[in-house]
């Protein structure tokens, strides 16, 4: 069974830095990609980063130089880095991951949320 647990969510100032972590466990497709998405209240969940299986990245334009996505293959780990975070970045965030088996896949976390103190 997948399972993506996130970790490293909590409070931050605005101005601070916060590292999120994703451990993925339990996968039976061939990978594709792993994510980061947000998701504030009343609002659409949205994509921040991607990272593909073979290592190129990807970032939502509004996010380039304050949130760097990477990963630990031998641990099955893909971390978020926060910089500079900002009132606006509080929101829940989760891991997505995509893959191929049958057909493409989209395994989600439970979500971390992260909050943001002026």
């Known amino acids: 069974q997948v399972q993506l647990v996130e970790s490293g969510g909590g409070s931050v100032q605005a101005g601070g830095t916060l590292r999120l972590s994703c451990v993925a466990s339990?996968?039976?497709?061939?990978?594709?990609?792993m994510g980061w998405y947000r998701q504030a209240p009343g609002k659409e969940r949205e994509f921040l980063a991607r990272?593909?299986?073979?290592?190129?990245?990807s970032y939502l334009d509004s996010l380039k130089g304050r949130f760097t996505i990477s990963r630990d293959s031998a641990k099955d780990t893909v971390y978020l880095q926060m910089n500079n975070v900002r009132p606006e970045d509080a929101a829940g965030y989760y891991c997505?991951?995509?893959?191929?088996?049958?057909?493409?896949?989209?395994?989600w976390g439970q979500g971390t949320q992260v909050t943001v103190s002026s």
């Open positions: 997505n991951e995509k893959g191929v088996r049958l057909g493409v896949e989209n395994y």
């Open positions: 339990g996968r039976v497709f061939t990978l594709i990609a």
């Open positions: 990272i593909n299986k073979d290592g190129v990245t």
